[in-house]
C-alpha cells in the first residue's frame, strides 16, 4: 500500500518547483504525487462503499427478528452436494459489524493521514512558488482534497454528537474546520444545524413518549451529554431513576425522567420542559442597616 512520508513528498514537491523556475506550478502533479492522489481517491470510494455497508449492518441489527425454524417434517432436504447456507443470526450480524468497524476504522487513520501529508506538501509548494508568483491559485487537487479532509470532520463531529451529545466538541471541530476550507458550504450548514439543534425546543421534547428506551430517546431528540446525566438510588416502594438534562436556549434545563424495570432497563416515565427553569436577571437589592 502507498506510503509517502512528508519529508519525502515534500522533497518531490521542491525539485518540481526548481524544475520549472519558481514561477509558476507546474502543470501535472509530480508523478510521486500523483500516484498519491489517485491512491487517495480509491480509497475514499471504497471508504464509502465500507461505510455504508456498515450503517446497513447496524439497522439490521438494530431491526433484527429471528425467522422461526420450519418443523423438521415441512422443511425441504437440500440438494446432494449444495452449499447449504449460514442461518443469519444476531449474532453472526454484530460479529460482521464488529470486524467491518475495526477494519473501516484503520482505513480511516491511515486515509486521514494521507489527507494531511497531501494538503501539506502542496501547502508548501504554493508558499515556495508564491513568493515569485503572487496572484498564483492552489492546484485543483488542493481543492478536492481539502474538500474531503472537511468531509472527515463533518463525520466525526456527527459521532460525537450521535454517540457523545457532545455538541461544543461538534462546533468547536467545525469553527476550526472552517478556518482552512472558509468556502465550504456544507462545513458552513453544518455548523448552522449544530448551533440550532444544541439547545432542546418544546416540540422537539414533545415527541418523546413514556415507555420509551433510553435508544428510543437517544434516536428521538439526541443523545445526552455524559455530564447531563443524573441518577437516584432505589427507595422504599420507589424504583431507581434517572434523568436526562437538555440545556435551552434561555439557559433553562429540559428532563426527561427514566425508571428501572424488572428487566434491569430504564423506560421513560416523565417529560419536563421547565426541569429547571433559567436562572434569575433581577439585580438582587441591596439593603441599608
Given at each position: ?39 487517495i ?8 462503499q ?8 447496524a ?86 482534497v ?14 460525537w ?6 455538541y ?34 418544546e ?7 413514556r ?9 428521538t ?29 434561555d ?11 424488572a ?7 416523565k417529560?419536563d ?17
Open positions: 500500500m502507498l506510503r509517502l512520508s512528508k519529508k519525502l513528498i515534500l522533497c518531490v514537491v521542491i525539485g518540481a518547483f526548481l524544475a520549472c523556475g519558481g514561477g509558476k506550478l507546474s502543470e501535472n502533479l509530480p508523478a510521486e504525487l500523483q500516484e498519491s492522489f489517485d491512491w481517491n480509491q480509497t475514499k470510494a471504497t471508504l464509502d465500507k461505510r455504508a455497508e456498515l450503517e446497513e449492518l439497522g439490521q441489527i438494530k431491526n433484527f427478528t429471528p425467522e422461526e425454524a420450519a418443523p423438521a417434517e415441512e422443511a425441504a432436504p437440500a440438494e446432494e452436494g449444495a452449499e447449504v447456507a449460514e442461518p443469519v443470526t444476531l449474532e453472526s450480524l454484530t460479529a460482521k459489524h464488529d470486524e467491518l468497524k475495526k477494519e473501516i476504522a484503520a482505513m480511516t487513520t491511515e486515509f486521514q493521514a494521507k489527507l494531511g501529508d497531501f494538503l501539506y506538501a502542496l501547502d508548501t509548494e504554493f508558499a515556495e512558488v508564491q513568493k515569485k508568483n503572487p496572484n498564483l491559485n492552489k492546484r485543483k487537487e488542493y481543492g478536492i481539502n474538500n474531503m479532509f472537511s468531509a472527515e470532520n463533518i463525520l466525526a463531529a456527527k459521532e454528537v450521535r454517540k457523545q451529545g457532545d461544543k466538541k461538534a462546533i468547536d471541530k467545525m469553527e476550526e474546520t472552517l478556518t482552512y476550507d472558509p468556502e465550504n458550504k456544507e462545513v458552513q450548514a453544518f455548523l448552522a444545524q449544530l448551533q440550532v439543534d444544541q439547545f432542546m425546543t416540540e422537539r421534547l414533545a415527541k418523546v413518549q415507555g420509551m428506551t433510553e435508544d428510543d430517546v437517544a434516536d431528540i439526541g443523545m445526552v451529554y455524559r455530564n447531563f446525566k443524573e441518577k437516584w438510588a432505589a427507595e422504599k416502594d420507589k424504583p431507581e431513576t434517572m434523568a436526562w438534562f437538555y440545556p435551552r436556549e439557559k433553562g434545563i429540559a428532563g426527561v425522567y427514566f425508571a428501572k424495570g428487566d434491569d432497563s430504564f423506560t421513560v416515565f417529560v420542559y421547565n426541569a429547571k427553569e433559567p436562572p434569575s436577571t433581577e439585580e438582587p437589592v441591596e439593603t441599608v442597616e
